[in-house]
């Protein structure tokens, strides 16, 4: 499956699909669902700031992924700033598998567009512990690992398109990033047309933030080399059960 030959956009953004693929119609997240987590105060409207599209995959394939019980995502985040933040996912952390300590991971490709991951560590206190930004461009793999809640924002002048491998029944948890208004650092324009990072100042401690390359992180299964997350999962499933 791939991006521009069986998936393509539409003029507002939307994604349309070749025969075949099964898909679902897309949640959307309007800026009203995003105010609790912009670092300026907005007027809450319904404009469109992301549409996710939860469980996409050919038709052929639709057992394979029951029975592992994965899914296949595509999210199209649209660009621009809401003030002066650029638009960004509205962030949730992972429950903790069952009888586990650990947190469910997740798994994201980039498709096409620019992104930065921010993934972020909390203490039990919801205070932050660690943070880092994760720059990614087309072809990159970002895996969020157990423990990290993550904001996703477009950084650049298209809209971003990312696909991810997610556990299929756990729930996400928004609260979180709700309580703090939003992550540790906000991604702001600046005056001269730069992205920069801004402390979010609901947060009681400072943590340095951690820049980091996409291809300078490891990757927690070597079939996604040189293959996308789906022809990877399709060919070797057995290679992505750290995701359950």
């Keep these: 499956m791939q991006y521009g030959k069986h998936i393509n956009m539409a003029p507002d953004g939307m994604l349309t699909f070749a025969s ?10 309007y800026l009203k669902d995003a105010i609790p987590v912009l670092q300026a105060a907005i007027t809450p409207s319904d404009r469109p700031l992301y549409y996710m599209y939860r469980g996409v995959c050919w038709e052929k394939d639709q057992d394979l992924f029951l029975q592992h019980d994965i899914r296949y995502d595509l999210t199209v985040i649209l660009p621009g700033t809401l003030g002066r933040e650029y638009i960004k996912t509205v962030g949730h952390f ?31 206190s919801g205070e932050v512990e660690e943070i880092m930004a994760v720059e990614a461009k087309k ?9 990290y809640g993550h904001v996703t924002i477009n950084t650049g002048d298209r809209p971003l398109v990312m696909a991810n491998l997610i556990e299929r029944n756990f729930s996400s948890l928004y609260e ?12 702001l324009k600046s005056e001269k047309g730069k992205g920069d990072f801004c402390k979010n100042p609901h947060y009681q401690n400072s943590v340095a933030l ?28 057995e290679a992505f059960k750290f995701l359950k």
């Design 210 to 237: 951690k820049l980091v390359a996409a291809p300078a992180l490891p990757q927690p299964t070597t079939v996604v080399k040189n293959k996308g997350l789906y022809e990877a999962f399709v060919s070797e499933p």
């Design 139 to 147: 072809g990159d793999k970002v895996f969020i690992p157990p423990g």
């Design 20 to 29: 075949g693929i099964i898909y679902p119609e897309p949640d959307v997240r």
């Design 94 to 124: 992972h429950p903790l598998k069952p009888h586990s300590s650990e947190s469910y991971p997740e798994y994201y490709e980039v498709l096409d567009g620019e992104a930065f991951y921010l993934l972020q560590k909390n203490n039990r």
């Design 176 to 187: 979180p990033f709700r309580e703090k208004h939003g992550a540790a650092y906000y991604y």
